[in-house]
Nanobody, 115 residues
Framework: QVQLAESGGGLVQAGGSLRLSCTASGSIFSINPMGWYRQAPGKQREVVAIIISGDRKDYADSVKGRFTISRDNAKNTVYLQMNSLKPEDTAVYYC?????????WGQGTQVTVSS
């Protein structure tokens, strides 16, 4: 069983930055891949960024060049650095991880970007 807890969301003006953190209840060494998803009101949950073992990272086209995903195994934490935020980035952001064939989700953190 893995518990994931997101933090770092909030209200920011367009063009601003936020860094989201996802901390696991235990070691994330065996949790792979890990990623960030988001869900805006009235829309389906979509992938934002995924980090796979090593340095392989994949991003949604809408965030390429603006968002960066990283992981710190020593801190059991995955980060999402979000720069040049746009109002369309407004959503609840969820952390996700796979371990032992099972997927785990955090409770989500709200990101609101004002124009």
């Amino acid at each position: 069983q893995v518990q994931l807890a997101e933090s770092g969301g909030g209200l920011v003006q367009a063009g601003g930055s936020l860094r989201l953190s996802c901390t696991a209840s235990g070691s994330i060494f065996s949790i792979n891949p890990m990623g960030w998803y988001r869900q805006a009101p009235g829309k389906q949950r979509e992938v934002v960024a995924i980090i796979i073992s090593g340095d392989r990272k994949d991003y949604a086209d809408s965030v390429k060049g603006r968002f960066t995903i990283s992981r710190d195994n020593a801190k059991n934490t995955v980060y999402l650095q979000m720069n040049s935020l746009k109002p369309e980035d407004t959503a609840v952001y969820y952390c996700n991880g796979f371990m032992g064939g099972a997927g785990y989700w955090g409770q989500g953190t709200q990101v609101t970007v004002s124009s």
